[in-house]
T-cell receptor, first 107, second 114 residues
Framework: AQRVTQPEKLLSVFKGAPVELKCNYS??????LFWYVQYSRQRLQLLLRHISRESIKGFTADLNKGETSFHLKKPFAQEEDSAMYYC?????????FGTGTSLTVIP | DTGVSQNPRHKITKRGQNVTFRCDPI?????LYWYRQTLGQGPEFLTY????????KSRLLSDRFSAERPKGSFSTLEIQRTEQGDSAMYLC????????????FGEGSWLTVV
């Protein structure tokens, strides 16, 4: 069965410190992986997708098929990165989301 | 605003009443998704449409939940005989499958059942 696991519900880092939000998945097939972000009082929006292999707002994520992981990383956290982050998996037309990680960047 | 639009944004209803939520996707988007989100949880997939065809509905939470997209444009999600456990945010999202799998969310409809 498809599943997306985000083990950390809450994560706090100091401004300028590296940040890593973990995501593991299980899926029988070749899924597409995404990170979505929700800033305070805003709708969920796409942050990045694995097939694009791009860096958005300094964030990157690498799909590791061996470890079935898609961790989100940023070398230097900024205060404006404080938000809720959701890892998502798409397969056979459906999207599944993890439970989310609330990131707080401490000034 | 050409984003996904949902209404009403907030709905308070008495237990046992029926409620209906409407979603207007981004124009030309052929896929439309419904999710439920409760506090501390991620969006929970309910159902989705490609054009007017409902391709997956086994995850609708009970037979009190139903969704339609009669002309392949807007969609409605109806909850009959609401229960307090139905209190949640109901999210709609849409995508244009040919141009990739990215889905775009609306702001959601808050349901409170009292």
């Amino acid at each position: 069965a498809q599943r997306v696991t985000q083990p950390e519900k809450l994560l706090s880092v100091f401004k300028g410190a590296p940040v890593e939000l973990k995501c593991n998945y299980s899926y029988s097939g070749s899924p597409e992986l995404f990170w979505y972000v929700q800033y305070s009082r805003q709708r969920l929006q796409l942050l990045l997708r694995h097939i694009s292999r791009e860096s958005i707002k300094g964030f990157t994520a690498d799909l590791n098929k061996g470890e079935t992981s898609f961790h989100l990383k940023k070398p230097f956290a900024q205060e404006e990165d404080s938000a809720m982050y959701y890892c998502a998996l798409s397969g056979r037309g459906q999207f599944y989301f993890g439970t989310g990680t609330s990131l707080t960047v401490i000034p | 605003d050409t984003g996904v639009s949902q209404n009403p944004r907030h709905k308070i209803t008495k237990r046992g009443q029926n409620v209906t939520f409407r979603c207007d996707p981004i124009s030309e988007h052929n896929r439309l998704y419904w999710y439920r989100q409760t506090l501390g949880q991620g969006p929970e997939f309910l159902t989705y449409f490609q054009n007017e065809a409902q391709l997956e509905k086994s995850r609708l939470l009970s037979d009190r939940f139903s969704a339609e997209r009669p002309k392949g444009s807007f969609s409605t999600l109806e909850i009959q005989r609401t229960e307090q456990g139905d209190s949640a945010m109901y999210l709609c999202a849409s995508s244009f499958v040919i141009s990739g799998n990215t889905i775009y969310f609306g702001e959601g409809s808050w349901l409170t059942v009292v």
